[in-house]
């Protein structure tokens, strides 16, 4: 299997992911053999996901971003919905941990409105990436060659970036990080 023994880190908001961005690659990291870990970032230990708008299940967290290292990770994965990429921003701790996953060179993955964290962390200067298509502006005025693709990779950094648009992107996606990670 391609994630044998790799543990990746799951960075969310306590309230407002996008159940299905957290779970279909979830599933893929453990069906993979790797170690999928929830990090929450904020206090609450528990996660409260959503099918766009409305609530969905919840999810006990591993442990909050402050007591996380990106050492101990072999690979980030940032899913999106609207709220919680926007709320993650505005940890200081999640920002430092993604711009920590970047700096160390270690593959990174993000979907939906997930980019607005990487923004924050400075992370998508110079990088070809995609997104939902409202985050198009925001990504370009960050530096970013933002492309309408189903998924990319980019490896115009020190570490592999890897986005999609959406959900329905969620295949390609999710083996683009089994290859990468």
Known sequence: MPLDGKKIAFLVAPEGVEQVELTEPWAM??????????IVGGRDARVQAFRHLDKADTFDADLPVSRAGVEDYDGLVLPGGVANPDALRMVPEAVAFIRGFVEAGKPVAVI?????TLIEADAVRGRRITS???LRTDLRNAGADWVDEK??????????????RKPDDLPAFNQAIADAF
Request: hydrophobic fraction near 30%; proline fraction near 16%.
């Open 29 to 38: 990291v453990e069906k993979g053999g790797g170690q999928p870990v929830l």
């Open 112 to 116: 939906c409105h997930g980019p607005w």
């Open 132 to 134: 939902w298509p409202s």
């Open 151 to 164: 998924v990319v990779v980019d490896r115009n950094g020190p570490g592999p970036l890897i986005s999609s």
